[in-house]
């Protein structure tokens, strides 16, 4: 095989959170008040909460904000997305991504996910995803997740944002998956859908196929129309 992992970013990949991001960010925003709209949000993808707050300053004309209150802003930012979140569930996961993430388990890939977001696990735990060398809870809730997605445990590795110290165009997040999968960088393809992420994954030694506008864009060394092009990709 030309890799033996594969690391997926988590939001626009595995899942699209985005509708939650944007209404979270809106409504700080018209508190602050700063001009907020699609446009601007297109700008967070794929970087951290407190860059993603400064570029929503850069349009901020009030009295100059401090540490603490912008501590604050993203504080309350977060509860507001966590809340929004609590609406995913399984259906949220897509036959495609569910069907290809098997095929490569039987493929013998080992699969990580690589994201900046402190959110990851518990939107992977909505989503009814969970860490492969984690044990098996056998609880109801797990045992229900299991049989919609048949996708308990399919994950080698976790690594998101209280991981990390750098987060996106740094490599830092993809190149502690790759540590914690006992690969070498040059033996893992990252699957992204932003060009920070893409940056991240070139600067960790690591080929990038994208999906979404990225792959639209031609940003990845490989860009796919769809998610299971990943197998077409993987059989080159």
Known sequence: MKWK??????DGVLCSTDQYHYM???RVADQLPVYFDEEINQRLRGVSRSESLEIILEKYTGTPLHTIEKQKILAEKNQIYRTALEQMNEQDLSAEVRDTILRLREKGYS????SSSKNARFIL???GLYVASAAHSGTETDMKAEKKTGLTNVFDAIIDGTQITHSKPHPEVFQKAAEKLGLKPEDCLVVEDAAAGVEAAHRA???AACVGQAGKDHLGDYNLE?????LSVLNE
């Open 226 to 230: 769809n998610f299971k092009n990943i």
């Open 5 to 10: 992992g594969i690391i997926f970013d988590l």
């Open 205 to 207: 030694g690591m080929a």
């Open 125 to 127: 735990g909505r989503l």
């Open 111 to 114: 699969l990580a996910v690589g």
């Open 24 to 26: 979270a960010w809106k």
